[in-house]
């Protein structure tokens, strides 16, 4: 512990760059195709890359706690030189693994793309670089968190694999050396890599040796791993908590859409019931999630989720909301950056409407530059900082906009370039112009200490339904 504060005193920082390429049948992991097939081999290198992703959030989590710098850049391999076809690659990378820094390989051997990418670390003003692969599956967040503490001693840190190789090198200075008259791809790699450490006097530690899995006979590695428990599964990176009352007609689609979009070993979803009296209960337990009962009411159901959330970071998600494409990552890069203390994402509705797009720019612009988003916007915040505020206050209505208030207090509220998808039930029912119209009239009544419980009513909901966005949704109410 003290040496991550020393990190965090001394303003050291540290970068993570992960060498991968995308999963296309023909062109990840060619030395399985004989075993797996084109499309098997792809497959399989998909998963580990997905799996050494979980591990780098765990890291990322492990970083937030301490309160250490971490950057994290993914670097891919390209099929070809232009810029277009790096920019083609960029896409697909940021459609399958979400909102990361990509950058490009060059096109040369290993130990230029290699060179390459530290020397962008440092030129950056980076003090320690790790660099891995995704073909280890014994490589864990605890191990990365290792090799950053011994770079405060040594000048390089080896991560050495069973085929010669390694499988994680960290340096605290730029060495191009280490990276030229290299055989790569052979059992000699890492055995030049520590004689050519040596002549350069290089104070050297060492990791613990690990197999990769590049051959048909390393098959029975990754099995081995599969069959294992991951360390990243005994504690999610993120506590999805869901307020439900008689959701039975979007609830699946919520949750569906949160196993699909996101790695299982980083994710619990906690749906906290408020009485329903149809099948959402029912329907939440056969797919697997945690359901729980509390008084009904928002915040009180949000706050009982808290309660029972195993994650170091909550994430309150309404009902009829559905989350973007890979969105950990991005509540990860949101609250690691600087005197950040809470986030949410943009708001989109799903409507065709075009005066819908312009309640959509507009609750855009006044939660990004007042720092204001609503419930509607899957409000995250560290959970510890949720606890020390006490959680949401037992308010019938605005418990969201009062708990953003006390965060404004503590820190920046920062907000995702990407959006959560909202339901358009409210406007469609009511109209823009009346729903627009209540919304801004609750919110002037309560800045005037107009009673919580006379808002909820003059909102148009039972006292229980919570305050929804300035284009809301009610999406914890009967109707």
Known sequence: MMKWLHFWESGMSRRLLLFTRYPEPGMAKTRLIPALGAAGAADLHRQMVEQTLAEIQRLQIQSLELEAQLSVEIWFASRGNSAEEAAQTQNQMRNWLGDWCYRAQPQADLGTRLSVANQAAFDAGMQQVITVGSDCPGLRAELMQQAFELLEQHDLVLGPAQDGGYYLIGLRRCCPELFCNITWSSEWVLQQTVEIATRLRLSTAYLPTLADVDRPEDLAVWQANRLSQAPSASKPAISVIIPVLNEANGIERVIQALQTQTLQTSLEVIVVDGGSCDETVALASALGVQVILAEQGRAAQMNAGAKVAAAEILLFLHADSILPPQFVASVQQV?????????????????????????????????????????????????????????????????????????????KIAIAPCAVTTSARRWQKLGMVKTTAINQLVILAYFLGVPPAHLARWYGSPAQTPMAHTPATPKNSQS
Request: charged share 25%; no cysteine; proline share 6%.
């Open 335 to 411: 609250l690691a950056q600087p005197n950040t203390i809470a986030g949410a994402f943009e708001l989109r509705i799903a409507a065709p409407e075009p005066s819908l797009r312009w309640i959509e720019r507009g609750v855009n612009w006044r939660s990004r530059w007042l720092q204001l988003p609503y419930g509607d916007q899957a409000i995250f915040l560290k959970a510890k900082t949720f606890r020390q505020l006490g959680g949401f206050a037992q308010l019938p209505i605005m418990e969201d906009f009062e708990l953003v208030r006390r965060l404004q207090k503590l820190g």
